[in-house]
T-cell receptor
Framework: SQQGEEDPQALSIQEGENATMNCSYK?????LQWYRQNSGRGLVHLIL?????REKHSGRLRVTLDTSKKSSSLLITASRAADTASYFCATDPFGGSARQLTFGSGTQLTVLP | NAGVTQTPKFQVLKTGQSMTLQCAQD?????MSWYRQDPGMGLRLIHY???????DQGEVPNGYNVSRSTTEDFPLRLLSAAPSQTSVYFC??????????????FGSGTRLTVV
């Protein structure tokens, strides 16, 4: 079963614009992570936000977490063509016996030059 | 370069055949796992290991076996391939099995087709 669900499923923007992707999840979590996947490649870890954090920054990435709404957002500022990829949120469920990261189905981001 | 290495990158199997997907990491990571990725379904956990000699099932373990005899290697065995196992398989590792600390490092994947 999928814990995280991304929205929108697909997003197309112009280079230089900001891109916002959302993730909703169902159960309590220890942390939430965002990954990027370029076409035909493996996933790359972008950022991890813990359940007691509300916002985190890494370069052009900004992630927010609202545990009361069970949602997170990933903002990519000043997007570039190289940001074209699929983006996945993944949740680390609270209370698990070991790590079982659960991934959503992803948002396909296309940045047009 | 340090990382997670998966072999082969592509494989075509006939229904009923068996094979082993290899995964090796050189980062001394404690935790290793296998996911499959199908269109529109994200990644689903097959099996995982929190250390040498310790493995457990994930969400979709049927038809797959794993073992972890060393820290570095975590092979995935398909016992009798079925068309439903056509997918892209990813191996992922993490420094620790503890939560709330580290993200995963992924391999580049194995694209498997069962005919």
């Amino acid at each position: 079963s999928q814990q995280g669900e991304e929205d929108p499923q697909a997003l197309s923007i112009q280079e230089g614009e900001n891109a916002t992707m959302n993730c909703s999840y169902k159960t309590s979590i220890n942390n939430l992570q965002w990954y990027r996947q370029n076409s035909g490649r493996g996933l790359v870890h972008l950022i991890l936000i813990r359940s007691n954090e509300r916002e985190k920054h890494s370069g052009r990435l900004r992630v927010t977490l609202d545990t009361s709404k069970k949602s997170s957002s990933l903002l990519i500022t000043a997007s570039r063509a190289a940001d074209t990829a699929s983006y996945f949120c993944a949740t680390d469920p609270f209370g698990g016996s070991a790590r079982q990261l659960t991934f959503g189905s992803g948002t396909q981001l296309t940045v047009l030059p | 370069n340090a990382g997670v290495t998966q072999t082969p990158k592509f494989q075509v199997l006939k229904t009923g055949q068996s094979m082993t997907l290899q995964c090796a990491q050189d980062m001394n990571h404690e935790y290793m796992s296998w996911y499959r990725q199908d269109p529109g379904m994200g990644l689903r956990l097959i099996h995982y290991s929190v250390g040498a000699g310790i493995t457990d099932q994930g969400e979709v373990p049927n038809g797959y076996n794993v073992s972890r005899s060393t820290t570095e290697d975590f092979p995935l065995r398909l016992l009798s391939a079925a068309p439903s196992q056509t997918s892209v398989y990813f191996c992922a590792s993490s420094y620790t099995a503890a939560t709330s600390l580290y993200g995963y490092t992924f391999g580049s994947g194995t694209r498997l087709t069962v005919v």
